[in-house]
Structure formats: structure tokens, C-alpha cells
């Protein structure tokens, strides 16, 4: 069972955010109220897995967390010899995830693994998820792994990638910001909870532009990005080899 997020009710010293076991408990809650269509993303991103699964390749989650973009691909794949490789630098996240995922059977198997994405080789990929990963990732790595994934995509692969973005410019920034905010107070957050979580994640997490990530998977080699959701300041699109 998990619960209702309130880890930001009570005024606190703030310190970085981290995905630890408090945050676990209640991830779903935490995510469903703060990122607009969630769960059709997730479902979407399965639905992409299954169309662009390539026969006898490996299916990647990168930042799986509690495994629900794992469990969305895993229902959608109907090609043969398929693997997802489900990989999260959490323990309390990789723990859950492997719970999760023993609730569902499937012909699919799925390998969750405690580990850095930096330090994971990317090999006869056919898809490769990163579902608000990215932004947690240094920015000056962020090349580098987006790199290592298109070289290991298999010709005909894609990157599914799902961030949270900022505006081209200050005035644009403020209102996707303030949408967002509001989303938040109309799902239950007080503005002690919005300013501390705010506050906690703003140096864990820095976000690029549409155009900052468009034009760095081009620079990589994709030949089509096609923003495919966005509300507010999420966004989610697929890149094709």
C-alpha cells in the first residue's frame, strides 16, 4: 500500500530531494498530483514500446522507479525474444519495482537492476525509455548518455523521453511555472508543500527548453523528434533512428 504525499507539510529545514523510502511510499500520489496526464503517458509510452519492439532486441526503463513504464511496455510487446532491462540508481525504488513487477505475469522477462545510467552499456536496443529521467542527469553529461543510447539503438529504434521543460524565455518560464502551481493547489498542495518541494528539487533537477532538447537529440543523429504530449511544463516525444 502507499500513501498520501504530505513529506512537505509541516515547515522544515529543506534539504536536496532524493528518491529515498519516505519517497517511495508514496511516489504514485506524488507523481499522479504533480505531472498532468501521467498515466496517459505511461500508457502511451507502452503503446509506442509495443509498435517500435523489434524481434530478438532489448526493450530499456531508464529511471524505472516503481516499474509502471516497465509494466506498460511489458503488456504492449508482442515480438519475439524481447527483454526489458529496467535500471534505477534508488535501492528503495529497485526493491519496489521488483515487488511490482512479480504481481503481473508476463512472457516478457524483465531485469531491474541498481545502477548508474552513466555507467550502462546500451546494447541491440530496439527502444529505450526515459520517463522524467533526463532531468536529473548533469547537464553537461546529458549529451553523453543521449550519445551512448543512439548508438546502441538498433537502426529503426527509438527514444522515448518524457521531461519537464522550461520556457524559451523568462515570460514563457513564469507561465508554464504558474500553470503548474495552480494544477498543484487544484490537487490538494498548499503553497508551504509547492514552495518547499520547489525549493528541495531546484538543485537535483534542471530543466532544458523544447528547442534545447530537440536540437541536441538532431546534433546526436535522430533523423525525427515529434512531441507527441505537453501540458504545461511537461512534455513527452519520440526520437527515431
Not at 531491474?112 to 522524467?132: R, T, W, Y
Request: proline share 2%; net charge negative; glycine share 6%.
Amino acid at each position: 500500500m502507499t500513501g498520501k504525499d504530505s513529506i512537505y507539510a509541516t515547515e522544515q529545514e529543506v534539504r536536496d530531494f532524493t528518491f529515498d523510502a519516505n519517497v517511495v511510499e508514496v511516489f504514485p500520489d506524488m507523481i499522479q498530483r504533480s505531472v498532468p496526464g501521467y498515466a496517459t503517458i505511461v500508457s502511451t509510452m507502452g503503446k509506442l514500446a509495443g509498435q517500435y519492439a523489434q524481434s530478438n532486441s532489448n526493450l530499456y526503463d531508464l529511471g524505472c522507479s516503481l516499474g509502471a513504464v516497465t509494466l506498460s511496455m511489458r503488456r504492449n510487446i508482442d515480438k519475439e525474444n524481447c527483454r526489458i532491462i529496467a535500471v534505477d540508481n534508488s535501492l528503495p525504488m529497485v526493491e519496489r519495482c521488483q515487488m511490482h513487477l512479480k504481481g503481473f505475469k508476463s512472457d516478457v522477462p524483465v531485469d531491474v537492476q541498481l545502477g548508474d545510467i552513466n555507467e550502462l552499456a546500451i546494447d541491440n536496443a530496439s527502444v529505450v525509455a526515459m520517463n522524467f529521467t533526463l532531468q536529473f542527469i548533469p547537464q553537461d553529461q546529458r549529451a553523453s548518455v543521449l550519445e551512448k543510447i543512439y548508438q546502441g539503438l538498433k537502426p529503426g529504434g527509438v527514444l522515448l523521453l518524457s521531461e519537464k521543460i522550461k520556457g524559451e524565455n523568462d515570460i514563457k518560464d513564469n507561465l508554464l511555472i504558474d500553470l503548474h502551481h495552480d494544477f498543484k493547489r487544484h490537487n490538494g498542495y498548499s503553497e508551504l508543500e509547492i514552495s518547499q518541494k520547489r525549493t528541495a528539487i531546484e538543485n537535483v533537477m534542471r530543466t532544458d527548453s523544447l528547442s534545447a532538447h530537440r536540437n541536441r537529440l538532431e546534433e546526436i543523429g535522430f533523423t525525427h523528434t515529434q512531441v507527441w504530449y505537453q501540458c504545461f511544463n511537461f512534455c513527452s516525444m519520440i526520437a527515431i533512428k
